[in-house]
Protein backbone atom coordinates (compact mmCIF):
# COMPACT_ATOMS: atom_id res chain seq x y z
CA UNK A 1 0.00 0.00 0.00
CA UNK A 2 0.97 3.37 -0.97
CA UNK A 3 0.58 6.34 0.72
CA UNK A 4 1.61 10.33 -0.25
CA UNK A 5 2.48 12.63 3.09
CA UNK A 6 3.72 15.85 2.89
CA UNK A 7 6.49 16.45 5.40
CA UNK A 8 5.76 19.79 7.52
CA UNK A 9 8.36 22.49 7.53
CA UNK A 10 10.27 21.30 4.38
CA UNK A 11 7.91 21.49 1.37
CA UNK A 12 9.01 18.38 -0.40
CA UNK A 13 6.08 15.52 -1.16
CA UNK A 14 7.63 12.65 0.49
CA UNK A 15 5.99 8.71 -0.51
CA UNK A 16 6.47 5.61 1.63
CA UNK A 17 5.18 2.28 1.26
CA UNK A 18 2.93 1.04 4.09
CA UNK A 19 3.25 -2.24 4.39
CA UNK A 20 4.32 -3.01 7.71
CA UNK A 21 8.26 -3.45 6.64
CA UNK A 22 10.43 -0.87 7.04
CA UNK A 23 12.05 0.82 4.15
CA UNK A 24 15.49 0.52 3.36
CA UNK A 25 16.34 3.20 0.30
CA UNK A 26 15.37 6.27 -0.02
CA UNK A 27 14.87 7.43 -3.69
CA UNK A 28 15.31 11.44 -4.39
CA UNK A 29 13.28 12.18 -8.03
CA UNK A 30 12.94 16.27 -8.08
CA UNK A 31 11.04 16.94 -5.11
CA UNK A 32 9.61 13.85 -4.27
CA UNK A 33 11.07 11.40 -1.82
CA UNK A 34 10.31 7.75 -2.00
CA UNK A 35 10.63 5.04 0.83
CA UNK A 36 10.59 2.15 -0.44
CA UNK A 37 12.12 -1.45 0.05
CA UNK A 38 15.13 -2.52 -2.28
CA UNK A 39 14.35 -6.02 -3.49
CA UNK A 40 11.10 -5.05 -5.44
CA UNK A 41 13.08 -2.63 -7.65
CA UNK A 42 15.95 -4.29 -8.39
CA UNK A 43 14.24 -7.24 -9.23
CA UNK A 44 12.76 -5.16 -12.29
CA UNK A 45 15.48 -2.74 -13.42
CA UNK A 46 18.87 -3.31 -13.91
CA UNK A 47 19.27 0.35 -13.66
CA UNK A 48 18.33 0.66 -9.68
CA UNK A 49 20.08 -3.01 -9.35
CA UNK A 50 23.33 -1.57 -9.74
CA UNK A 51 22.91 1.48 -8.05
CA UNK A 52 21.33 -0.10 -5.24
CA UNK A 53 24.89 -2.37 -5.27
CA UNK A 54 27.04 0.65 -5.43
CA UNK A 55 25.26 2.76 -2.65
CA UNK A 56 24.13 -0.40 0.03
CA UNK A 57 26.45 -0.38 3.29
CA UNK A 58 27.66 -2.90 4.93
CA UNK A 59 26.03 -1.51 8.17
CA UNK A 60 22.83 -2.29 6.83
CA UNK A 61 21.43 1.59 6.83
CA UNK A 62 18.97 2.87 4.28
CA UNK A 63 20.79 3.98 0.97
CA UNK A 64 19.52 6.97 -0.81
CA UNK A 65 20.00 7.02 -4.73
CA UNK A 66 19.71 10.51 -6.83
CA UNK A 67 16.82 9.77 -9.89
CA UNK A 68 16.70 13.57 -11.02
CA UNK A 69 17.30 12.59 -14.81
CA UNK A 70 14.10 10.37 -15.20
CA UNK A 71 12.18 11.02 -17.99
CA UNK A 72 8.68 12.34 -16.71
CA UNK A 73 9.92 12.98 -13.65
CA UNK A 74 8.67 11.82 -10.13
CA UNK A 75 4.99 11.16 -11.96
CA UNK A 76 6.76 8.69 -14.00
CA UNK A 77 8.70 7.10 -11.36
CA UNK A 78 5.56 6.80 -8.73
CA UNK A 79 4.03 4.47 -11.69
CA UNK A 80 6.62 2.68 -12.27
CA UNK A 81 7.43 2.21 -8.44
CA UNK A 82 3.40 0.92 -7.71
CA UNK A 83 4.40 -1.24 -11.27
CA UNK A 84 7.82 -2.88 -9.32
CA UNK A 85 5.08 -3.77 -6.34
CA UNK A 86 2.81 -5.95 -8.64
CA UNK A 87 0.28 -2.86 -8.44
CA UNK A 88 -1.58 -2.80 -11.82
CA UNK A 89 -1.53 0.25 -13.89
CA UNK A 90 -3.11 1.79 -16.53
CA UNK A 91 -1.65 2.68 -19.62
CA UNK A 92 -3.21 5.55 -21.72
CA UNK A 93 -1.73 7.45 -24.90
CA UNK A 94 -1.55 10.13 -22.61
CA UNK A 95 1.31 8.27 -20.36
CA UNK A 96 2.80 5.60 -22.42
CA UNK A 97 5.51 7.50 -24.30
CA UNK A 98 6.69 8.75 -20.61
CA UNK A 99 6.37 5.20 -19.49
CA UNK A 100 8.28 3.49 -21.99
CA UNK A 101 10.80 6.40 -22.18
CA UNK A 102 11.61 5.72 -18.25
CA UNK A 103 11.59 2.38 -18.50
CA UNK A 104 14.00 2.39 -21.34
CA UNK A 105 16.03 4.45 -19.07
CA UNK A 106 15.67 2.00 -16.22
CA UNK A 107 16.74 -0.96 -18.07
CA UNK A 108 13.62 -2.73 -17.42
CA UNK A 109 13.91 -5.61 -19.69
CA UNK A 110 12.29 -9.10 -20.19
CA UNK A 111 16.06 -10.18 -18.48
CA UNK A 112 14.63 -8.89 -14.81
CA UNK A 113 11.04 -10.21 -15.57
CA UNK A 114 8.49 -11.75 -17.93
CA UNK A 115 5.86 -9.14 -19.02
CA UNK A 116 8.36 -6.67 -18.07
CA UNK A 117 7.39 -2.80 -18.61
CA UNK A 118 9.51 -2.31 -21.66
CA UNK A 119 7.45 -5.13 -23.49
CA UNK A 120 4.38 -4.06 -22.10
CA UNK A 121 4.53 -0.34 -23.28
CA UNK A 122 6.13 -1.22 -26.42
CA UNK A 123 2.79 -3.46 -27.13
CA UNK A 124 0.35 -1.00 -26.33
CA UNK A 125 2.14 1.60 -28.25
CA UNK A 126 1.78 -0.67 -31.40
CA UNK A 127 -1.86 -0.90 -31.33
CA UNK A 128 -2.27 3.33 -30.88
CA UNK A 129 -0.21 3.37 -33.75
CA UNK A 130 -3.61 1.84 -35.70
CA UNK A 131 -5.46 4.60 -34.46
CA UNK A 132 -5.78 8.33 -36.12
CA UNK A 133 -7.02 9.92 -32.64
CA UNK A 134 -4.62 7.86 -30.53
CA UNK A 135 -2.15 8.53 -32.54
CA UNK A 136 -1.85 12.25 -32.58
CA UNK A 137 -1.98 12.38 -28.81
CA UNK A 138 0.78 9.73 -28.78
CA UNK A 139 2.97 12.35 -30.84
CA UNK A 140 1.81 15.25 -28.58
CA UNK A 141 2.95 13.95 -25.67
CA UNK A 142 6.22 13.19 -27.11
CA UNK A 143 7.22 16.66 -26.83
CA UNK A 144 7.01 16.38 -23.12
CA UNK A 145 10.05 13.63 -23.56
CA UNK A 146 11.55 14.39 -27.13
CA UNK A 147 14.91 13.08 -26.97
CA UNK A 148 14.25 10.00 -25.42
CA UNK A 149 11.19 9.51 -27.68
CA UNK A 150 13.89 9.98 -30.60
CA UNK A 151 16.55 7.53 -29.58
CA UNK A 152 13.52 4.99 -29.19
CA UNK A 153 12.07 5.96 -32.39
CA UNK A 154 8.39 6.61 -31.16
CA UNK A 155 8.37 9.91 -32.88
CA UNK A 156 9.41 8.75 -36.41
CA UNK A 157 6.45 6.02 -36.13
CA UNK A 158 4.28 7.89 -34.97
CA UNK A 159 4.87 9.92 -37.91
CA UNK A 160 4.66 7.15 -40.56
CA UNK A 161 1.68 6.11 -38.87
CA UNK A 162 -0.38 9.21 -39.33
CA UNK A 163 1.37 9.93 -43.02
CA UNK A 164 0.11 6.72 -43.98
CA UNK A 165 -3.59 6.73 -42.81
CA UNK A 166 -3.75 10.73 -44.04
CA UNK A 167 -2.60 9.84 -47.52
CA UNK A 168 -5.33 7.05 -47.57
CA UNK A 169 -8.90 7.04 -48.10
CA UNK A 170 -10.05 7.26 -44.35
CA UNK A 171 -13.72 6.08 -46.07
CA UNK A 172 -11.80 2.32 -46.54
CA UNK A 173 -11.33 2.01 -42.90
CA UNK A 174 -12.55 2.27 -39.83
CA UNK A 175 -10.02 5.22 -38.09
CA UNK A 176 -11.96 7.97 -36.20
CA UNK A 177 -10.96 11.30 -38.12
CA UNK A 178 -11.12 13.60 -35.39
CA UNK A 179 -8.40 13.67 -32.55
CA UNK A 180 -10.03 16.50 -30.55
CA UNK A 181 -13.32 15.22 -30.58
CA UNK A 182 -13.28 11.83 -30.77
CA UNK A 183 -15.27 11.27 -27.54
CA UNK A 184 -18.29 12.35 -29.67
CA UNK A 185 -19.91 10.19 -32.75
CA UNK A 186 -19.93 11.87 -35.92
CA UNK A 187 -23.92 12.35 -35.17
CA UNK A 188 -23.07 13.74 -31.76
CA UNK A 189 -23.99 11.35 -29.87
CA UNK A 190 -21.82 10.81 -26.50
CA UNK A 191 -19.92 7.51 -26.89
CA UNK A 192 -19.84 5.45 -23.52
CA UNK A 193 -16.35 2.75 -23.55
CA UNK A 194 -16.35 3.91 -26.98
CA UNK A 195 -19.96 2.35 -28.04
CA UNK A 196 -22.70 4.30 -29.44
CA UNK A 197 -25.61 4.44 -31.28
CA UNK A 198 -25.51 3.39 -34.87
CA UNK A 199 -25.11 6.58 -37.22
CA UNK A 200 -24.74 7.48 -41.09
CA UNK A 201 -21.14 7.66 -41.77
CA UNK A 202 -20.10 10.96 -42.38
CA UNK A 203 -18.57 12.83 -45.91
CA UNK A 204 -15.11 12.99 -45.44
CA UNK A 205 -13.48 15.17 -47.96
CA UNK A 206 -9.52 15.38 -48.77
CA UNK A 207 -8.84 17.75 -45.51
CA UNK A 208 -10.64 16.23 -42.53
CA UNK A 209 -6.86 15.70 -40.82
CA UNK A 210 -6.12 19.72 -41.19
CA UNK A 211 -7.73 20.12 -38.33
CA UNK A 212 -6.05 17.75 -35.81
CA UNK A 213 -2.69 18.21 -37.54
CA UNK A 214 -2.61 22.02 -36.48
CA UNK A 215 -1.93 21.24 -32.44
CA UNK A 216 0.83 19.64 -33.16
CA UNK A 217 4.71 21.54 -32.73
CA UNK A 218 6.14 23.53 -35.89
CA UNK A 219 8.45 21.07 -35.76
CA UNK A 220 6.45 17.92 -35.80
CA UNK A 221 4.40 19.52 -37.94
CA UNK A 222 6.98 20.27 -40.53
CA UNK A 223 8.55 16.40 -40.10
CA UNK A 224 4.63 15.16 -40.46
CA UNK A 225 4.19 17.33 -43.35
CA UNK A 226 7.67 15.93 -45.11
CA UNK A 227 6.24 12.47 -44.51
CA UNK A 228 2.60 12.99 -46.32
CA UNK A 229 4.98 14.60 -49.25
CA UNK A 230 7.36 11.54 -49.76
CA UNK A 231 4.05 8.99 -49.95
CA UNK A 232 2.88 11.13 -52.75
CA UNK A 233 0.12 13.43 -50.90
CA UNK A 234 -1.10 16.16 -53.54
CA UNK A 235 0.41 19.84 -53.34
CA UNK A 236 -2.98 20.92 -53.01
CA UNK A 237 -3.53 19.09 -50.18
CA UNK A 238 -0.60 20.17 -48.32
CA UNK A 239 -0.74 23.76 -49.49
CA UNK A 240 -4.28 23.46 -47.80
CA UNK A 241 -3.17 21.77 -44.16
CA UNK A 242 -0.41 24.78 -44.44
CA UNK A 243 -3.06 27.41 -44.63
CA UNK A 244 -4.76 25.94 -41.93
CA UNK A 245 -1.95 25.46 -40.06
CA UNK A 246 -0.70 29.56 -40.63
CA UNK A 247 -4.78 30.75 -40.63
CA UNK A 248 -5.07 29.56 -36.94
CA UNK A 249 -1.93 31.26 -35.68
CA UNK A 250 -0.92 33.97 -37.95
CA UNK A 251 -2.97 37.21 -38.51
CA UNK A 252 -3.65 37.55 -42.22
CA UNK A 253 -6.51 38.74 -42.18
CA UNK A 254 -6.26 42.67 -43.86
CA UNK A 255 -6.79 44.52 -40.66
CA UNK A 256 -5.86 41.88 -37.71
CA UNK A 257 -3.78 42.94 -35.33
CA UNK A 258 -0.43 41.16 -34.57
CA UNK A 259 -1.37 39.92 -30.84
CA UNK A 260 -4.91 39.51 -31.98
CA UNK A 261 -4.50 35.87 -33.02
CA UNK A 262 -7.68 32.87 -33.01
CA UNK A 263 -5.01 31.15 -31.01
CA UNK A 264 -2.50 32.78 -28.68
CA UNK A 265 -0.60 29.79 -27.99
CA UNK A 266 1.47 28.84 -30.80
CA UNK A 267 2.09 25.07 -30.29
CA UNK A 268 5.88 24.02 -28.63
CA UNK A 269 5.92 27.92 -26.98
CA UNK A 270 5.49 28.22 -23.34
CA UNK A 271 4.64 32.20 -23.87
CA UNK A 272 1.12 32.87 -23.80
CA UNK A 273 1.24 36.00 -26.42
CA UNK A 274 3.78 35.08 -28.62
CA UNK A 275 6.25 37.85 -29.71
CA UNK A 276 6.46 38.95 -33.26
CA UNK A 277 10.19 36.71 -33.72
CA UNK A 278 8.06 33.71 -32.57
CA UNK A 279 5.02 34.58 -35.43
CA UNK A 280 8.24 35.55 -37.87
CA UNK A 281 9.72 32.05 -37.31
CA UNK A 282 6.58 30.36 -37.87
CA UNK A 283 5.63 32.70 -40.87
CA UNK A 284 9.14 31.91 -42.55
CA UNK A 285 8.53 28.40 -41.98
CA UNK A 286 4.71 27.76 -43.69
CA UNK A 287 6.31 29.74 -46.76
CA UNK A 288 9.59 26.91 -47.12
CA UNK A 289 7.24 24.50 -46.97
CA UNK A 290 4.58 25.47 -49.23
CA UNK A 291 4.72 23.37 -52.30
CA UNK A 292 6.25 25.32 -56.01
CA UNK A 293 3.62 24.09 -58.06
CA UNK A 294 1.68 26.94 -59.16
CA UNK A 295 -2.30 27.72 -58.10
CA UNK A 296 -1.69 25.39 -54.97
CA UNK A 297 -2.64 28.39 -52.50
CA UNK A 298 -5.13 30.83 -53.81
CA UNK A 299 -3.75 33.89 -54.37
CA UNK A 300 -4.99 35.81 -51.73
CA UNK A 301 -3.67 33.66 -49.23
CA UNK A 302 -0.51 34.74 -50.57
CA UNK A 303 -1.14 38.07 -50.60
CA UNK A 304 -2.17 37.96 -46.94
CA UNK A 305 0.90 35.95 -45.86
CA UNK A 306 3.00 38.97 -47.83
CA UNK A 307 1.08 41.37 -45.76
CA UNK A 308 1.84 39.80 -42.77
CA UNK A 309 5.78 39.23 -43.66
CA UNK A 310 5.73 43.29 -44.41
CA UNK A 311 4.37 44.09 -40.50
CA UNK A 312 6.56 41.13 -38.94
CA UNK A 313 10.18 42.27 -41.19
CA UNK A 314 10.47 38.93 -42.25
CA UNK A 315 13.46 38.14 -43.93
CA UNK A 316 13.89 39.27 -47.63
CA UNK A 317 13.87 35.64 -48.96
CA UNK A 318 10.82 34.90 -47.46
CA UNK A 319 8.87 38.14 -48.71
CA UNK A 320 10.88 37.31 -52.25
CA UNK A 321 9.98 34.01 -52.28
CA UNK A 322 5.89 35.23 -52.04
CA UNK A 323 6.57 38.21 -53.93
CA UNK A 324 6.87 35.18 -56.91
CA UNK A 325 4.54 33.36 -56.12
CA UNK A 326 1.56 36.02 -56.25
CA UNK A 327 3.66 37.03 -59.98
CA UNK A 328 2.44 33.41 -61.57
CA UNK A 329 -0.72 33.67 -60.91
CA UNK A 330 -1.56 37.59 -60.31
CA UNK A 331 -4.61 37.16 -62.69
CA UNK A 332 -6.34 35.49 -59.94
CA UNK A 333 -5.75 38.49 -57.64
CA UNK A 334 -8.48 42.02 -56.40
CA UNK A 335 -7.80 44.99 -55.91
CA UNK A 336 -8.23 44.99 -52.33
CA UNK A 337 -5.91 42.03 -52.13
CA UNK A 338 -3.50 44.21 -54.19
CA UNK A 339 -3.38 46.91 -51.41
CA UNK A 340 -0.54 46.52 -49.79
CA UNK A 341 0.12 49.19 -47.01
CA UNK A 342 3.89 50.65 -47.16
CA UNK A 343 5.81 49.19 -43.90
CA UNK A 344 9.06 50.51 -44.42
CA UNK A 345 10.81 52.90 -41.98
CA UNK A 346 10.61 55.99 -44.62
CA UNK A 347 6.95 55.41 -45.38
CA UNK A 348 6.59 58.13 -48.46
CA UNK A 349 3.32 56.71 -50.26
CA UNK A 350 0.46 54.84 -48.21
CA UNK A 351 0.58 51.55 -50.29
CA UNK A 352 3.70 50.04 -51.28
CA UNK A 353 3.74 50.84 -54.88
CA UNK A 354 7.63 48.96 -55.10
CA UNK A 355 6.13 46.03 -53.55
CA UNK A 356 3.31 45.54 -56.81
CA UNK A 357 6.08 46.86 -58.69
CA UNK A 358 8.29 43.76 -58.46
CA UNK A 359 4.77 41.60 -58.43
CA UNK A 360 4.41 42.74 -62.32
CA UNK A 361 8.17 42.45 -62.98
CA UNK A 362 8.36 38.43 -61.57
CA UNK A 363 4.34 38.21 -63.59
CA UNK A 364 5.97 39.29 -67.17
CA UNK A 365 9.87 37.68 -66.62
CA UNK A 366 8.70 34.29 -65.79
CA UNK A 367 5.42 33.31 -66.56
CA UNK A 368 4.13 35.09 -69.57
CA UNK A 369 7.21 36.34 -71.67
CA UNK A 370 5.81 34.64 -74.72
CA UNK A 371 2.79 36.46 -74.56
CA UNK A 372 4.61 39.45 -76.23
CA UNK A 373 4.91 37.55 -79.39
CA UNK A 374 1.33 36.91 -80.01
CA UNK A 375 -0.58 39.75 -79.01
CA UNK A 376 -4.40 39.17 -78.34
CA UNK A 377 -7.18 41.03 -79.82
CA UNK A 378 -10.04 41.41 -77.40
CA UNK A 379 -13.79 43.06 -78.33
CA UNK A 380 -14.93 45.44 -76.10
CA UNK A 381 -18.06 43.68 -75.43
CA UNK A 382 -15.23 40.86 -74.02
CA UNK A 383 -14.47 42.83 -71.00
CA UNK A 384 -17.07 42.53 -68.72
CA UNK A 385 -16.51 41.16 -65.03
CA UNK A 386 -15.74 37.73 -65.08
CA UNK A 387 -15.89 37.25 -68.87
CA UNK A 388 -13.87 33.44 -69.54
CA UNK A 389 -12.87 34.94 -72.70
CA UNK A 390 -10.61 37.56 -71.09
CA UNK A 391 -7.24 36.13 -71.23
CA UNK A 392 -4.60 36.24 -68.08
CA UNK A 393 -2.57 39.66 -69.13
CA UNK A 394 -5.68 40.95 -70.05
CA UNK A 395 -7.29 40.66 -66.64
CA UNK A 396 -3.87 41.71 -65.24
CA UNK A 397 -4.25 44.84 -67.50
CA UNK A 398 -7.25 45.58 -66.38
CA UNK A 399 -6.40 44.67 -62.39
CA UNK A 400 -3.62 47.16 -63.03
CA UNK A 401 -5.79 50.07 -64.47
CA UNK A 402 -7.63 50.19 -61.17
CA UNK A 403 -4.77 49.85 -59.42
CA UNK A 404 -3.53 52.87 -60.65
CA UNK A 405 -6.75 54.39 -60.01
CA UNK A 406 -6.86 54.14 -56.69
CA UNK A 407 -3.09 55.15 -55.70
CA UNK A 408 -3.06 58.19 -58.45
CA UNK A 409 -4.74 60.53 -55.90
CA UNK A 410 -1.59 60.06 -53.56
CA UNK A 411 0.13 63.34 -53.86
CA UNK A 412 3.48 61.55 -52.71
CA UNK A 413 3.62 59.47 -55.50
CA UNK A 414 6.04 60.35 -57.80
CA UNK A 415 5.75 60.95 -61.94
CA UNK A 416 8.61 57.91 -62.20
CA UNK A 417 7.15 55.63 -60.30
CA UNK A 418 4.20 55.75 -61.80
CA UNK A 419 4.96 55.77 -64.93
CA UNK A 420 7.14 52.97 -64.91
CA UNK A 421 4.09 51.47 -63.28
CA UNK A 422 1.51 52.20 -65.70
CA UNK A 423 4.20 50.94 -68.74
CA UNK A 424 4.90 47.55 -67.27
CA UNK A 425 1.72 45.51 -69.37
CA UNK A 426 2.25 45.86 -72.92
CA UNK A 427 0.00 47.99 -75.32
CA UNK A 428 -1.48 44.93 -76.54
CA UNK A 429 -3.00 43.55 -73.72
CA UNK A 430 -4.98 46.74 -73.34
CA UNK A 431 -7.97 46.65 -75.60
CA UNK A 432 -9.47 49.63 -74.43
CA UNK A 433 -7.06 51.97 -72.90
CA UNK A 434 -10.15 53.73 -70.53
CA UNK A 435 -8.96 52.80 -67.43
CA UNK A 436 -5.64 53.79 -68.14
CA UNK A 437 -6.97 57.33 -69.30
CA UNK A 438 -8.66 57.47 -65.96
CA UNK A 439 -5.83 56.87 -63.90
CA UNK A 440 -3.88 59.41 -65.84
CA UNK A 441 -6.45 62.07 -65.50
CA UNK A 442 -6.54 61.53 -61.35
CA UNK A 443 -3.03 61.86 -61.31
CA UNK A 444 -2.64 64.92 -63.50
CA UNK A 445 -5.50 66.45 -61.30
CA UNK A 446 -3.65 65.45 -57.89
CA UNK A 447 -0.28 66.65 -59.17
CA UNK A 448 -0.80 70.08 -60.85
CA UNK A 449 2.98 70.92 -60.57
CA UNK A 450 3.95 68.49 -63.28
CA UNK A 451 5.79 69.95 -66.19
CA UNK A 452 4.29 70.15 -69.72
CA UNK A 453 7.11 67.89 -70.56
CA UNK A 454 5.56 64.80 -67.67
CA UNK A 455 2.48 65.67 -69.02
CA UNK A 456 3.40 64.63 -72.81
CA UNK A 457 5.73 61.27 -70.91
CA UNK A 458 2.82 60.68 -69.18
CA UNK A 459 0.17 60.62 -71.73
CA UNK A 460 2.36 58.69 -74.52
CA UNK A 461 1.52 55.60 -72.22
CA UNK A 462 -1.52 56.08 -73.22
CA UNK A 463 -3.07 54.56 -76.62
CA UNK A 464 -5.72 57.24 -78.22
CA UNK A 465 -6.91 55.01 -81.06
CA UNK A 466 -8.00 52.41 -77.95
CA UNK A 467 -10.34 55.06 -76.12
CA UNK A 468 -14.30 54.76 -76.07
CA UNK A 469 -16.55 57.51 -77.63
CA UNK A 470 -17.45 58.02 -73.57
CA UNK A 471 -13.66 58.81 -72.98
CA UNK A 472 -12.76 60.35 -75.86
CA UNK A 473 -15.65 63.22 -75.50
CA UNK A 474 -14.09 63.84 -72.17
CA UNK A 475 -10.43 64.04 -73.26
CA UNK A 476 -11.36 66.35 -76.20
CA UNK A 477 -12.53 68.61 -73.31
CA UNK A 478 -10.11 67.94 -70.41
CA UNK A 479 -7.71 71.12 -70.22
CA UNK A 480 -5.37 68.56 -67.86
CA UNK A 481 -4.69 67.01 -71.06
CA UNK A 482 -1.43 68.26 -73.18
CA UNK A 483 -2.78 70.11 -76.72
CA UNK A 484 -0.93 67.48 -78.85
CA UNK A 485 -3.10 64.90 -77.15
CA UNK A 486 -6.26 66.43 -77.67
CA UNK A 487 -5.19 66.82 -81.25
CA UNK A 488 -4.61 63.45 -81.48
CA UNK A 489 -7.98 62.27 -80.12
CA UNK A 490 -9.76 64.56 -82.49
CA UNK A 491 -7.66 62.91 -85.22
CA UNK A 492 -8.21 59.36 -84.36
CA UNK A 493 -12.22 59.53 -84.26
CA UNK A 494 -12.35 61.67 -87.37
CA UNK A 495 -10.37 57.72 -88.55
CA UNK A 496 -12.90 56.21 -87.43
CA UNK A 497 -16.02 58.53 -88.49
CA UNK A 498 -14.67 58.10 -92.53
CA UNK A 499 -14.29 53.72 -91.44
CA UNK A 500 -17.63 53.75 -90.13
CA UNK A 501 -18.92 55.49 -93.31
CA UNK A 502 -17.39 53.74 -95.74
CA UNK A 503 -18.41 50.36 -94.28
CA UNK A 504 -21.68 51.59 -94.97
CA UNK A 505 -20.81 51.73 -98.35
CA UNK A 506 -19.95 48.74 -98.63
CA UNK A 507 -22.89 46.65 -97.02
CA UNK A 508 -25.33 49.08 -99.63
CA UNK A 509 -23.27 48.35 -102.63
CA UNK A 510 -23.28 44.74 -101.95
CA UNK A 511 -27.07 44.49 -100.95
CA UNK A 512 -28.00 46.68 -104.64
CA UNK A 513 -25.87 43.90 -106.40
CA UNK A 514 -27.64 41.05 -105.03
CA UNK A 515 -30.74 42.71 -106.20
CA UNK A 516 -29.69 43.20 -109.46
CA UNK A 517 -28.84 39.83 -110.02
CA UNK A 518 -30.65 37.78 -112.93
CA UNK A 519 -32.76 35.51 -111.06
CA UNK A 520 -33.16 37.18 -108.11
CA UNK A 521 -37.16 38.28 -108.32
CA UNK A 522 -38.62 39.65 -105.25
CA UNK A 523 -41.53 37.85 -103.86
CA UNK A 524 -44.95 40.10 -104.58
CA UNK A 525 -46.48 41.03 -101.54
CA UNK A 526 -50.27 38.69 -100.50
CA UNK A 527 -53.40 40.40 -100.44
CA UNK A 528 -54.53 41.38 -97.21
CA UNK A 529 -50.66 41.29 -95.67
CA UNK A 530 -49.90 44.45 -93.78
CA UNK A 531 -46.11 43.71 -94.15
CA UNK A 532 -44.21 45.10 -97.26
CA UNK A 533 -40.74 42.97 -98.75
CA UNK A 534 -37.83 43.43 -96.10
CA UNK A 535 -35.73 43.18 -99.06
CA UNK A 536 -37.21 46.53 -101.18
CA UNK A 537 -37.16 48.12 -97.27
CA UNK A 538 -33.83 47.65 -96.63
CA UNK A 539 -32.86 49.23 -100.41
CA UNK A 540 -35.11 52.21 -99.41
CA UNK A 541 -32.90 52.78 -96.46
CA UNK A 542 -29.75 52.75 -97.64
CA UNK A 543 -30.35 55.10 -100.62
CA UNK A 544 -31.70 57.37 -97.84
CA UNK A 545 -28.24 56.65 -95.86
CA UNK A 546 -26.48 57.22 -99.30
CA UNK A 547 -27.78 60.49 -99.13
CA UNK A 548 -27.21 61.24 -95.44
CA UNK A 549 -23.61 59.78 -95.98
CA UNK A 550 -22.97 62.60 -98.15
CA UNK A 551 -23.89 65.36 -96.55
CA UNK A 552 -21.29 63.92 -93.83
CA UNK A 553 -18.90 63.74 -96.30
CA UNK A 554 -19.11 67.65 -96.83
CA UNK A 555 -18.91 68.22 -92.56
CA UNK A 556 -15.93 66.17 -92.62
CA UNK A 557 -13.98 68.15 -95.02
CA UNK A 558 -15.19 71.19 -93.86
CA UNK A 559 -13.31 69.71 -90.26
CA UNK A 560 -10.73 69.29 -92.41
CA UNK A 561 -10.25 72.72 -93.40
CA UNK A 562 -11.43 73.80 -89.99
CA UNK A 563 -7.95 71.61 -88.56
CA UNK A 564 -6.03 73.20 -90.68
CA UNK A 565 -6.37 76.26 -89.63
CA UNK A 566 -6.32 75.53 -85.92
CA UNK A 567 -4.48 77.88 -83.45
CA UNK A 568 -2.96 77.17 -80.08
CA UNK A 569 -5.63 78.38 -78.06
CA UNK A 570 -7.60 76.17 -76.50
CA UNK A 571 -10.80 78.08 -77.14
CA UNK A 572 -11.53 77.09 -80.19
CA UNK A 573 -11.95 73.24 -79.60
CA UNK A 574 -15.27 73.98 -78.34
CA UNK A 575 -15.69 74.64 -81.92
CA UNK A 576 -14.06 71.41 -83.36
CA UNK A 577 -15.65 69.68 -81.32
CA UNK A 578 -19.37 70.87 -82.06
CA UNK A 579 -18.74 70.24 -85.95
CA UNK A 580 -17.33 66.82 -85.03
CA UNK A 581 -20.95 65.30 -84.44
CA UNK A 582 -19.89 62.27 -81.65
CA UNK A 583 -23.63 62.08 -80.94
CA UNK A 584 -24.02 61.04 -84.77
CA UNK A 585 -21.61 59.00 -85.02
CA UNK A 586 -22.13 56.98 -82.05
CA UNK A 587 -25.81 56.70 -83.29
CA UNK A 588 -24.18 55.11 -86.91
CA UNK A 589 -21.88 52.86 -85.56
CA UNK A 590 -24.36 51.49 -82.62
CA UNK A 591 -27.42 51.39 -85.22
CA UNK A 592 -27.92 48.08 -86.43
CA UNK A 593 -30.41 48.97 -88.94
CA UNK A 594 -29.55 52.10 -91.40
CA UNK A 595 -32.04 55.35 -90.18
CA UNK A 596 -33.95 57.26 -92.09
CA UNK A 597 -33.35 60.39 -93.95
CA UNK A 598 -33.01 63.20 -91.51
CA UNK A 599 -32.37 67.11 -91.53
CA UNK A 600 -28.83 67.83 -90.92
CA UNK A 601 -27.99 68.40 -87.18
CA UNK A 602 -27.71 71.57 -86.19
CA UNK A 603 -24.91 71.56 -84.24
CA UNK A 604 -25.21 69.98 -81.20
CA UNK A 605 -23.33 71.27 -78.26
CA UNK A 606 -20.80 68.77 -76.42
CA UNK A 607 -21.98 67.20 -73.27
CA UNK A 608 -20.33 67.97 -70.05
CA UNK A 609 -18.00 65.56 -68.48
CA UNK A 610 -19.33 63.09 -66.60
CA UNK A 611 -18.40 63.14 -62.98
CA UNK A 612 -17.22 64.94 -60.04
CA UNK A 613 -14.72 67.57 -61.28
CA UNK A 614 -14.51 66.80 -64.85
CA UNK A 615 -13.23 63.15 -63.68
CA UNK A 616 -14.18 60.50 -66.28
CA UNK A 617 -17.07 58.03 -64.68
CA UNK A 618 -16.38 54.56 -64.55
Same mark, same amino acid.
Given at each position: ??????????????? &??????? !???????? #???????? &????????????????? !???????????????????????????????????????N????????????????Y??????????? &?????????A??? %??????? #????????????S?????????????????????????????????????????????????????? #?????????????????????????????? @??? &????????????????????????????????????? +?L?E???????????V???K???????????????????E??????G???????????L????G?????????????????????????A??????????????????????????????????????????????????? +??????????????????????? %????????????????????? %?????????????????????????????L?????I???????????????????L?????????? +??????????????????? #??? %???? @?????????????S???????????????????????????????????????????????
Amino acid at each position: MFIITILKGLGAKVM &FCANGLP !SDIIIECG #EMSFQLHK &FPLLSRSGVLEKLIAEA !SNNDGQSCVLQLHDIPGGAKMFELIAKFCYGVKIELTSLNVVSLRCAAEHLQMTEDYGEGNLISQTEN &FLNELFGNWADSI %KVLDMCE #EVLQYAEELHIVSRCIDSLAMKACADPSLFSWPVSGRNSMHSPGGTVLWNGIGTATKPRAVGDNWWF #EDVSFLSLPLYKRLIFAVELRGMKPENIAG @SLM &FYATRYLPLTRYSNINENVNCVIPGSAISAPTEAIQR +ALLEEIVELLPNQKGVAPTKFLLGLLRTAMILHASPSCRENLEKRVGAQLDQATLDDLLIPNMGYSVETFYDIDCVQRILDHYMLVDHAAAGSSPCIVDESQLMEGSPSLTPITMVAKLLDEYLSEVASDVNLKFPKFQAL +ATVIPDFARPLNDGLYRAIDIYL %KSHPWLTDSEREQLCRVMNCQ %KLSLEACTHAAQNERLPLRLIVQVLFFEQLRLRTSIAGWFFVSDNLENSQNQPGNLSLPKHEGSSQ +ANPTQDQAGNFADMRERVS #ELE %KECS @SMKEELQKLGKTRSSWNIFSRKFGFRLRSQLCKSKTPPPPQPPPQAPAVNEPQGQNGEMAN
